[in-house]
């Protein structure tokens, strides 16, 4: 019987310069999407998925994240003093249980394979969960939810997968593709960021991933790869011709890139229009300035 899925991973330790000068105090992983923080969409699809511990990998300057996940007593009973109730459920959904939320420090910005070796201490022998916050995907049925369920049956390392435009296939890591059943593909490689034009297929992997413990044993080599970082897709890539054990998932969904100033601003709108409270005057604004940009 495999194991199930109850550890994720949240490398947080990037700066978020394309943000700046907003990421200079706050980290990008707190800025709002509405108004919930881009790490507490990726928290909810988490819990969604059965995932039970949280492994944050940060950088100097995070403190503010951590925070987040913290009681906040004085907010509480004053919530609480003037009935408010609604409010009051809406703040202890972001509390994190004492002992199911860890956080290790990556001292050097050396890639993604690298914050994720951060965690192995905490993973020990068991299947994982790797989810970038960037990455925001609204589904029906959140998208770690969907992978976990597939990965019942196929168990090895599960990557989400998209299909992106063939000039933009560069931006992505890319998977090079034997069997294709629709929603699940096998993988014979995977290529980070292909120059223009040579990449094997157009699916591409987004920020969220299955892993067995093989791929931590993999990234104890520590190889640079593109970039000169360690990359995450190059361990993943070594578990293909090792074990022959990578599935690519196409997630039912939309995704957005919030790692970009486009995407994040596309994503505000998207998930506006999707509240109730929101949509009515959301529309109007946007077809009035429509109209405008028309005359």
Known sequence: MRKKVTKAIFPVAGMGTRFLPATKSVPKEIMTLVDRPLVQYAIDE??????????????????????????????????????????????????????AIAYVRQHKALGLGHAV????RL???????????????????????????????TGGNMVAAMEVAPERASSYGVLDISEDDGQLVKVKGMVE??????????????GR?????????????????????????????????????????????????????????????????AREELRDDLRTYLKSIMLDGDT
């Not at 070796?117 to 192995?120: F, K, T």
């Not at 995450?232 to 690519?248: K, P, R, Y």
């Open 193 to 206: 960021k292909p120059p223009a034009g040579e990449a094997p297929s157009n699916l591409a992997v987004i």
């Open 117 to 120: 070796w951060c965690a192995r």
């Open 46 to 99: 988490a819990r969604a998925a059965g995932i039970k511990e949280f492994i944050f990998v940060t950088s100097r300057g995070k403190g503010a994240l951590e925070d987040y996940f913290d009681l906040a007593p004085q907010l509480e009973q004053e919530l609480r003093k003037k009935g408010k109730t609604e409010l009051l459920e809406i703040l202890k959904s972001t509390n994190m249980d004492s002992g």
């Open 209 to 273: 991933y299955i892993l067995s413990p093989s791929v931590l044993q993999n990234l104890n080599k520590m190889k640079s790869g593109s970039g000169g970082e360690i990359q995450l897709t190059d361990a993943i890539a070594q578990d293909i011709a090792n074990e022959n054990n990578v599935h690519g998932y196409r997630f039912r969904g939309q995704r957005f890139d919030c790692g970009s100033k486009s995407g994040f601003l596309q994503a505000t709108v998207s998930f506006g229009l």
């Open 123 to 153: 993973i020990g022998n068991e299947p994982f969960a790797v989810m970038l916050p960037d990455d925001v995907i609204a589904a029906d049925k959140p998208c770690l939810q969907q992978m976990v369920e597939a990965y019942a049956e």
